[in-house]
């Protein structure tokens, strides 16, 4: 598979689907990606398949999902951006193996989501939700019951990562004491105690808040064992992934008052648009917290998310860095224009990287610098030469060696 990539950037076609920030769009034709189009929903079906037909770089949020089928249709495709932290949408793995990687930003909306969190850990430890819902309905229910104060209280962190750790420091900083677990070792901030395991967590916590992502491991890690070990009247916040809690679990726990409230702002089967109706077992209890899955959706977020994955995908698109993929080995360089760059993707496995030299060697041709990372899958080798022939001969040589999966070349 081969791309021409010269200083021409008006030929590849960049595609940002579902309002992705005009940061984002900035960024691109700024770098000279004029041929942009843009769409502030998603597309599904025949529509985006004829698009990714002649795409070269797609941006999505979490809406659009890129699988198998799909990505084997888009030949022209070389990277893919997720505008979010999670990348659960995109078939990571086969994007790989077509040469493909994919961007995220795990950083930017960390502020959004903890402050939420923080949010809603008062509300529900004030059981504001249940207050609000009568008083909507003109019950007037003035009373110091399950309504309490967060400071001195423990509040439960499971996944100790950069939301989480987020969601720590504003906690303390409000005078909670924080307790976290995480399968991996960790550096606790401020005064934050790790505990070794989840249950440990579940029986000390007031406050249970779930920050982990969704894997064969944390599916379903909060069901009905769980909640039986949580601490009677305690709270739960999700703002993770909708199939790490078993909801009809949750509801069993508020139905015997095991749990006194409940957040959850991410579900199991969402809407795909504003248009599609939303179910979900917690709309029957006053005390529950449903927000739909806007947990990063503020304007500073999602202006932060738009500049850092766009940034990511232009320096690949123009240097073949790879640092910050999450599906792909990492390679970071600048950019250089004084030699020939070419990129070759190709299966991990033995006498590729000698076949290339070989190539090269045997036509005369100087290798100036290069950079070779494999993982189990792939080997990603880049190579700047000293060469007047004419590059889509190369191109089209280096095709040829067997076990190649994609070949560009950078002027």
């Known amino acids: 598979m081969i791309i021409r990539h010269s200083l021409d950037k008006s030929k590849i076609k960049v595609l940002l689907l579902e309002g992705i920030h005009e940061n984002a769009v900035r960024h691109f034709r700024e770098n000279g990606y004029s041929n942009l189009e843009y769409f502030k929903g998603s597309i599904s079906g025949p529509e985006l398949e004829e698009k990714l037909k002649q795409t070269h770089i797609i941006g999505i949020r979490s809406r659009t999902e890129l699988r198998k089928s799909l990505l084997q249709k888009a030949p022209k495709l070389f990277t893919i951006g997720c505008f979010s932290i999670g990348t659960n949408q995109v078939d990571l793995l086969e994007a790989e193996m077509l040469g493909m990687p994919v961007f995220n930003a795990p950083f930017s909306n960390t502020r959004s989501v903890a402050e939420l969190v923080i949010a809603e850990c008062i509300m529900l430890m004030r059981g504001i939700p249940e207050r609000n819902a009568l008083a909507h309905n003109k019950i007037w229910m003035k009373a110091i019951n399950n309504s309490v104060e967060v400071r001195g209280k423990n509040i439960g962190v499971i996944g100790y990562g950069h939301i989480g750790s987020q969601v720590s420091i504003l906690a303390e900083s409000m005078g909670m004491n924080v307790y976290y677990y995480d399968i991996e070792k960790k550096l606790s901030l401020g005064n934050a105690k790790p505990l070794s395991s989840l249950n440990e967590l579940l029986k000390i916590a007031d ?25 009677e009247g305690a709270c739960l916040i999700n703002a993770s992934r909708g199939d790490v809690v078993d909801y009809k679990a949750v509801a069993a726990g508020l139905r015997s008052k095991r749990l006194a409230g409940v957040a959850a702002d991410v579900f199991p089967k969402e809407p795909a648009s504003n248009d599609e109706p939303f179910e979900n077992i917690l709309q029957e209890f006053n005390n529950v917290i449903l927000t739909p899955h806007i947990g990063g959706s503020t304007v500073e977020a999602q202006a932060n998310i738009g500049l850092e994955v766009a940034e990511k995908l232009v320096k690949y698109s123009d240097t073949g860095s790879t640092l910050g993929a999450v599906n792909f080995v990492e390679i970071s ?33 100087n290798i100036s610098a290069e950079y070779l990372q494999t993982d189990p899958y792939i080997g990603y080798v880049i190579i700047e030469t000293e060469s007047e022939l004419d590059p889509t001969v190369i191109l089209r040589d280096l095709k040829k060696i067997p076990h190649t999966i994609r070949v560009r070349i950078l002027f």
């Open 207 to 231: 406050t249970v808040t779930i920050h982990v992502p969704s894997t064969e491991l944390t599916r379903n890690m909060i069901s009905d064992e769980q909640v039986a070990i949580m601490k």
């Open 333 to 365: 360089l600048q950019a250089n224009n004084s030699k020939q760059r070419f990129l070759h993707i190709h299966a991990n496995v033995p006498g590729v990287l000698r076949e290339i030299n070989s190539y090269f060697s045997t036509r005369g041709i």
